[in-house]
């Protein structure tokens, strides 16, 4: 047990004195010098190194941890990398613990921690003493805990752990980290006593800009915690329930949400939302004002009204698409079943039936289902994405970058349009002028 003690103190061993390289087993300890161990490597060993005050004749050591502890078949070496794979990969993680040894299988690895850490009778009594002493400490004001729900473990590229972005919920880990490599400047810095001032200053500003680095991955990691940001979809579909114009607020406001806390963020939002809300009320007031309603019964009586001119309205509009292509038995049994599903109260899909000079039908409307940016457009923008065949997300890049040059400019030409957006000039002209009538650009 002395040797495995003497063993488990150099495994985080300085270098090689003589010529600084790695020390394998077996190496050479000096037993008189000290009290820092000076270790030699075998092959400077047999050229009679010699160092300030360690000489050639001094008594020494053979380091090597080749001899069992525990079990035979177990050297003291398996010990301690048993014991190191089982902190680094956890507890039940045997099929991890076994790859990362390389030299025992999962079930080896399992039995022998069993029987010699968890079941050892010298150990056990030497823990439950320690538990006991523990318990008489802090008998008196105990906090009571409720037992949780067993985290989610999901399995290495499944979806769930590609949704959670890799994150481990048991290890409150990521499986790659923000600047993942930043130990890697460290792994070959030794401190030792022959540092001179400059280097031993230079090794411990490397130190302090790893620390650096550790803060900026914490913070990163508490950002996203505190976010909520994990679950990327559950995360989405709370990002869905704002109306439109809150989701391009959202999307503007989210790269300042590690400025202030989670809890401010959301009023922040949920604040802007409520603003949304009471404008569009207002909106709505006015128009009754306008209109000479002074009660809430006139209101739901126009409201009404309004409903059915907007049916009419679409059932003319419908009309006069058809009446044109009245020989085409197609649109004529398309138009039927729109008309059939207004009566019956049912919003009717929207298709446009258009025949070219030569007499051939044009492509049927896009269908938006599953497309993303679905969820950000209107009825009408809906509308005019299947009739023109535009993809939504495409809609609203080139709907942006004309809101953007018209603000630029104050107002904005169909050729200005054209020439910001290079796609056929028909849908440009579509577009153009779908903008202009739903008031969001104005002509220059």
Known sequence: MDRLASFGNDVDKPPCRGCSSYLTEPYIKCAECGPLPFLLCLQCFTKGFELKKHESDHKYEIM??????LESGWSAQEEMALLEAVMDCGFGNWQDVAYQMRTKTKEECESHYMKNFINNPLFSSTLLSLRKTKDSRFAEGAIPFKPTDDPPRPTFDSVLSRDMA????????????????????????DFVDDDSDILRALKLSVVDIYHSRLKERQRRKK????HGLINLRKFQMLE????????????????????????????????????????REIRRLKEYRKAGIKSFCSAKVYERAKRLREEERRKRTMLCDVLQYIQDGRACQQWLSKQAAIDAGITPAVTTITVSATGRRSAPPLNLTGLPGTEKLDEREKELCQVVRLV???????????????????GLRLAQARALIKIDVNKTRKIYDFLIKEGYITKA
């Not at 607020?249 to 806390?261: E, H, I, K, T």
């Open 64 to 69: 090597t941890s080749d001899f069992p502890v």
């Open 166 to 189: 890799g994150y481990m919920p048991a290890r409150a880990d990521f499986m790659e980290e923000f600047d993942n490599y930043a130990e890697w400047d460290l792994k070959d810095i």
């Open 223 to 226: 950002v996203i915690r505190d």
């Open 240 to 279: 869905r329930c704002y109306p439109k114009e809150v989701q391009e607020l959202y999307d503007v406001m989210r790269r300042f949400a590690r400025v202030v806390g989670p809890i401010e963020h959301d009023k922040f939002i949920e604040s802007h939302a409520l603003e949304f809300d009471l404008r």
């Open 392 to 410: 939504p997300g495409a809609y609203l890049e080139y709907k942006q970058a004309l809101l953007n040059e018209c603000r630029r400019q104050g």
